[in-house]
């Protein structure tokens, strides 16, 4: 396989709550909800920067799209990092995450293997982990 992600969806409870946030809050730029016209197809994309994108998508929506069943979320099943420049970032992203409403399940702090990482929750459980690693800095 070729490497080729290019989105990453979270089925979210409420979709207009997840955009506030995401959009609001964290300051992703979006251009909002689109496809409410469809049944099952209103969804909201976020830039992330290098064609990878972000999509809300309802839990329903995606539990009915893929077949499967319904199922309760697991916060532990995986987690989106946020590699940032510095050790200050970490804590600048993290405080705003706070403000916007996401719960800091763990202040950052120094990590076992030489970096600065925390992680928090968003409004939907989704886990976050912001992290300055000093083997692995961003572009710009």
């Known amino acids: 396989m070729t490497p080729r992600i290019s989105v990453i969806t979270l089925g979210v409870d409420d979709l207009e709550r997840a955009v506030r946030f995401y959009r609001d809050g964290l300051g992703l730029p979006t251009d909002g909800i689109v496809g409410e016209e469809f049944e099952y197809g209103a969804v909201a994309f976020f830039d ?5 994108k972000l999509a ?11 077949g499967l069943q319904l199922t309760n979320p697991s916060a532990t099943e995986f987690s989106i990092g946020h590699n940032v420049m510095s050790r200050s970032e970490v804590d600048e992203v993290m405080a705003q995450a706070g403000r916007a409403g996401a719960v800091i399940v ?12 925390g992680y928090f929750q968003d409004l939907d459980g989704h886990l976050w982990e912001v992290v300055w690693n000093p083997q692995l800095l961003p572009d710009g």
Request: proline share 7%; charged share 20%.
């Open 48 to 52: 992330l920067g290098d064609g990878l």
């Open 56 to 66: 809300l998508w309802p839990r329903k929506s995606l539990a009915h799209d893929s």
């Open 106 to 117: 763990k202040p950052a702090n120094d990590t076992f293997w030489g970096g600065y990482a």
